[in-house]
Nanobody, 124 residues
Framework: QVQLVESGGGLVQAGGSLRLSCAAS????????MAWFRQAPGKEREFVAG????????YYADSVKGRFTISRDNAKNTIYLQMNSLKPEDAAVYSC?????????????????WGQGTQVTVSS
């Protein structure tokens, strides 16, 4: 069982920055693909950024490339999402997720564990 706890959401003006954190229970990174997803009201949940349990590359949605950066601190069992140049369309509930030996990084259905989510609001 993996528990995920997000923090760091809030209200920011367009063009501003926020950093989200997701603390995971146990040593998950070597066996779990980790990712951030978001869901805006009336829209489906969508992939934002992630990295595979296999190591190596990070993955980003086209809409956030160049603005968002996913990273991790293995010692703290924590992943982060640095969000810069925020736009009103980035407003959503952001959730982190973990997929045991998951290879379909972009797919919502791959993930076994989800955090409770943290709200990001971007004012124009």
């Amino acid at each position: 069982q993996v528990q995920l706890v997000e923090s760091g959401g809030g209200l920011v003006q367009a063009g501003g920055s926020l950093r989200l954190s997701c603390a995971a229970s146990g040593r998950t990174f070597s066996t779990h693909t980790m990712a951030w997803f978001r869901q805006a009201p009336g829209k489906e949940r969508e992939f934002v950024a992630g990295f595979s349990w296999r190591g190596g590359s990070t993955y980003y949605a086209d809409s956030v490339k160049g603005r968002f950066t996913i990273s991790r601190d293995n010692a703290k069992n924590t992943i982060y999402l640095q969000m810069n140049s925020l736009k009103p369309e980035d407003a959503a509930v952001y959730s982190c997720a973990a997929a045991y030996l998951g290879d379909r990084v972009y797919s919502t259905y791959e993930y076994d564990y989800w955090g409770q989510g943290t709200q990001v609001t971007v004012s124009s």
